[in-house]
């Protein structure tokens, strides 16, 4: 790993029976059941392996944003159940964080033993990064796991403040995400190309900044594609723009250019009157008033597919059109299907283009899956996390 951080294997564990290991269990729920259970088959391994090992798991998440109260449509009891689905063994579930009843059921717990905490954000110390919270979460265990990568970036109390007061280490997941990401800072293999999508040019500010010396190709797609369409003149009709960055998406096109980065924005589109799944969808190369952009067009996607074919490392975050809705989803598709084709290191940064390739089946075709979409965008942006920087710390 390019950044010093401890992992299990540099655990003292000869005095720990239980550990506190903080996961990424914020998962959709539908009608009280898990809808999607990739976070938490992500979080399996590092389970597996301290369970091997004869430890007691307390497992602690947050789920959705409850905003410091209860909320029990928030719970993660349709979580736990879950769990114990996939690992086929008991779980306990604390209806409550920390506290002396929680104290108990963790002692109570036998060897192998796995417990999962309430909400942490029903506590509206959770979010406010406070200490008390902390050595209060502390108490539960004997050492501290952090594997929750899609909450890094978040100066939490369960992420930062925990470290404070236990011996620490990153999970296998976190170790993996570190590994993957971290390569893509370093000297990368040559093409090097960024796809990135979305909706707002400030969101990706840092990553484009930071990118733009080591890549050699940038494709801009999604609604963020028609600010910087806008900026450069080019028709965009009623397309959702930011007209508060078009100066700002300017500069970055300038900062590729002073960086030799071809930069590459969609020259046709799927448009339609409305922001509506059964609007009658159209192909255009300008777009007209009236009608909004959902999607890159088939020749640019073409296009795109073509020139990702001769890249040897590729990263990719944000979809590049409304890929929920079919009509509009045939541009995440194929630059999907350009990744799970390549035969260089793709490289999908979490979020909603780890869902598209959920979505298409193509995610084992990809080098590595993100967890954490903000995680791995600040990751690439500053190459440090608040929550690698508590575990390195301590």
């Not at 192909?283 to 009236?290: K, M, N």
């Not at 009608?291 to 490392?313: F, K, M, S, V, Y």
């Not at 075709?365 to 500053?382: D, P, Y």
């Amino acid at each position: 790993m390019s950044l010093k951080i401890h992992t299990l294997e540099d655990l003292n564990l000869d005095k720990v029976g239980a550990v506190l290991c903080r996961v990424d269990f914020n998962v959709p729920l539908h009608e009280g059941e898990v809808g999607d259970d990739t976070r938490i088959r992500a979080a399996l391994p590092t389970l597996y392996w301290l369970r091997e090992r004869g430890l007691k798991v307390v497992l602690c998440s947050h789920l959705g944003r409850p905003k410091g109260t209860r909320d029990p449509a928030l719970s993660l009891l349709p979580v736990a159940a879950r769990l114990a689905e996939l690992i086929e063994d008991e779980v306990v579930f604390a209806h409550d964080t920390v506290g002396d009843e929680v104290l108990q059921l963790v002692r109570e717990l036998p060897e192998r033993g796995v417990i999962v905490l309430e909400n942490l954000r029903f506590d509206p110390r959770e979010t406010k990064g406070d200490d008390e919270f902390a050595r209060d979460l502390a108490r539960l265990a004997d050492a501290f796991v952090l594997d929750a990568f899609g909450a890094m970036h978040r100066a939490h109390a369960s992420v930062t403040g925990v470290p404070k007061h236990l011996p620490s280490a990153a999970g296998l997941l976190v170790q993996a995400e570190v590994e993957a990401l971290s390569a893509l800072t370093r000297v990368a293999a040559r093409p090097y190309a960024a796809i990135l999508g979305g909706a707002k040019v400030a969101d990706k500010i840092g990553v484009i900044e930071s990118l733009a010396p080591r890549i050699d190709r940038l494709y801009i797609g999604g609604a963020m594609a028609y600010t910087f369409l806008k900026a450069q003149g080019v028709p965009t009709g009623s397309s959702r723009t930011e007209d508060d960055a078009l100066d700002l998406a300017l500069r970055l096109i300038e900062l590729c250019s002073t960086h030799n980065v071809q930069v590459h924005l969609p020259h046709d589109h799927v448009v339609a009157p409305s922001f509506d799944e059964n609007a009658p969808a159209t192909v255009v190369q300008t777009i007209q008033d009236g009608q909004l952009g959902l999607d890159i067009g088939p020749a640019t996607a073409e296009a795109w597919q073509a020139g990702l074919q001769e890249c040897r490392t590729i990263f990719w975050n944000g979809p590049l059109g409304v890929f929920e809705w079919e009509p509009f989803s045939g541009g995440t598709r194929a630059i999907a299907k350009a990744l799970a084709a390549s035969t260089g290191t793709t490289v999908v940064g979490g979020g909603d283009s780890a869902a598209a390739v959920a979505r298409f089946g193509l995610a084992d075709q990809m080098t590595h899956v993100s967890t954490g979409g903000g995680a791995s965008l600040e990751f690439l942006e500053r190459g440090e996390l608040p929550g690698l920087h508590a575990i390195r710390r301590r």
